[in-house]
């Protein structure tokens, strides 16, 4: 069975940063598109970025060039290195795997992990 450990959440004061870690098992990491998903209260769960086998990134709009999603294959982890956050930016973020014919930002797809909590607020 697929298991994802998210860590790395926390409290942070607009414009500070967090690194988010996703550490997988139980699937061929290296055959997975990973993602970060967020969702925040009374929201529907969002693509925030994700990264394919062959290493092409996606970003919601609203996170380019704040956030970068990379992958370390060997480790068999995610990460999402998250800069100048936004009270916006407030949600629990949810680490995602799925198979690379799947579509990258369907929210339905994949195994999840239990989410970290992230907040932005001064």
């Known amino acids: 069975q697929a298991q994802l450990v998210e860590s790395g959440g926390g409290l942070v ?4 940063s967090l ?13 997975n598109t990973m993602g970060w998903f967020r969702q ?20 919601a709009d609203s996170v380019k060039g704040r ?32 198979g690379a014919q799947h579509s990258v930002s369907d929210p339905r797809i994949g195994s999840w992990g239990q989410g970290t909590q992230v907040t932005v607020s001064s």
């Open 40 to 59: 925040a209260p009374g929201k529907q769960r969002e693509l925030v970025a994700a990264i394919t086998v062959g290493g092409i990134t996606n970003y």
């Open 19 to 31: 690194r988010l870690s996703c550490a997988a098992s139980g699937i061929i990491f290296r055959s």
């Open 67 to 98: 956030f970068t999603i990379s992958r370390d294959n060997a480790k068999n982890t995610v990460y999402l290195q998250m800069n100048s956050l936004k009270p916006e930016d407030t949600a629990v973020y949810f680490c995602n795997a799925r």
């Open 13 to 16: 004061q607009p414009g500070g």
